[in-house]
């Protein structure tokens, strides 16, 4: 694999989920494969699961590590070309992407959305600028539109813990008071429709993914609706992609309780986490009904496979 940024990177899906749990039964068997290679994790926003869990991944295989808080511990980044640099951000993306590349095997880069422009958002300009200019190949760690490490640890989760071939898989859109970018949403809907598993999203009027994702998925606008007979239930808030970054609506109702839960095929609960207990999900979802742990304990798993399908071309 010569990149990891989308899942049009990837060659055969089920095969990559397969490594992923390969790589959990013996972590670590590929040691060699990163001896003396270096990966370099940019980190334009706050992690605690993708920063650890790559860390560890990459360690597993062998690989040096090195971190980096963009914009803190180093210069702020100009993205855009043609500018008179005069403003707060010292350094280009053009000489920093290329000379973090000079150090590195492979550059991961997380960059979130700005959910104040659209149209600049879904052009993935930084992850973008760092494919072009870092010479190396690039692993998204959730970018203005995608999180591809998320959503392979999801199926990797929803394969462990599936009672059934066909497993019925609900996204639910959670409320919260803050905009959330639309990146986990997308990417969890992309992925899944790689699958033959029964999908069906659920969210209130005005919060439609972008096509680009959704695709024909059904959207089943009652919840309670959407929820029955669900084997697994993912719960993600995001703010509307039509009316760009805004919060439409904070309706207490769409949170996932007991009740809700009480609706689907004795389902688990997921999430990408972190989580605001209570303001989306009941403490007793969490603690009861959820492999929210056993999800982001496979991000280790996600991001071994990833690296690995990476280094074996370099
Ligand atoms: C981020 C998001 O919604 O994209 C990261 C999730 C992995 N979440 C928050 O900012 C709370
Ligand atoms: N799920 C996830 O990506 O978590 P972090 O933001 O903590 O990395």
């Known amino acids: 694999m010569k990149n990891f940024i989308s899942l049009h ?5 089920q095969e990559l989920v397969q490594e992923g749990l390969k790589q959990k039964q013996n972590p670590f ?7 003396n290679k270096t990966i370099g994790l940019l980190f334009f926003n706050p992690s605690l699961r993708t920063r650890l869990s790559t860390q560890k991944a990459a360690q597993n295989l062998g690989m040096n590590v090195m971190i980096m808080n963009v ?30 590349g000079s150090y590195c095997d492979i550059v991961a880069v997380r960059a979130f959305a700005g959910l104040q422009d659209r149209d600049a958002d879904y052009r993935e300009i930084v992850i973008e600028k760092f494919r072009q200019y870092a010479g190396v190949p690039i692993v998204n760690l959730e970018s203005a539109t995608r999180h591809p490490c998320q959503s392979l640890a999801d199926l990797i ?6 009672k059934t071939a066909r497993p019925k898989i609900v996204l639910t859109w959670l409320p919260h008071f803050k905009p959330l970018p639309q990146a986990v949403a997308n990417s969890f809907a992309e992925w899944v429709n790689m699958t033959d598993y029964e999908f069906v999203i659920t969210h209130p009027e005005g919060y439609d993914l972008s096509s680009q994702f959704a695709g024909n998925t059904k ?3 009652n919840q309670d609706e959407a929820l029955k007979g669900a084997d697994f239930v ?22 996932i309780t007991k009740q809700k839960m009480d609706l689907t095929n004795n389902g688990l609960f997921m999430h990408c986490l972190p989580v605001r207990r209570n303001l989306k999900v009941t403490d007793e979802v969490l603690d009861n009904q959820s492999v929210v742990v056993q999800q982001a304990a496979n991000r280790e798993w996600s991001a071994q ?4 399908a990476i280094l074996s071309g370099l």
Do not use: C, R
């Open 9 to 13: 990177d990837v060659e055969n899906v």
């Open 29 to 35: 068997a590929d040691q060699k494969l990163g001896k």
């Open 71 to 100: 914009g803190q511990d180093s210069w702020q980044l100009e993205m855009d070309d043609d500018v008179i640099m005069n403003g707060d951000k010292a350094e280009h993306v053009k000489e920093a992407a290329a000379v973090i």
């Open 157 to 162: 989760t929803i394969e462990e813990f599936k």
């Open 219 to 221: 959207v089943i606008y």
């Open 234 to 255: 993912y719960g993600k808030n995001w703010s509307s992609y039509t009316q760009y970054g805004q919060v439409l609506t904070q309706d207490p109702s769409w949170m």
């Open 305 to 308: 496979a990833v690296l690995k």
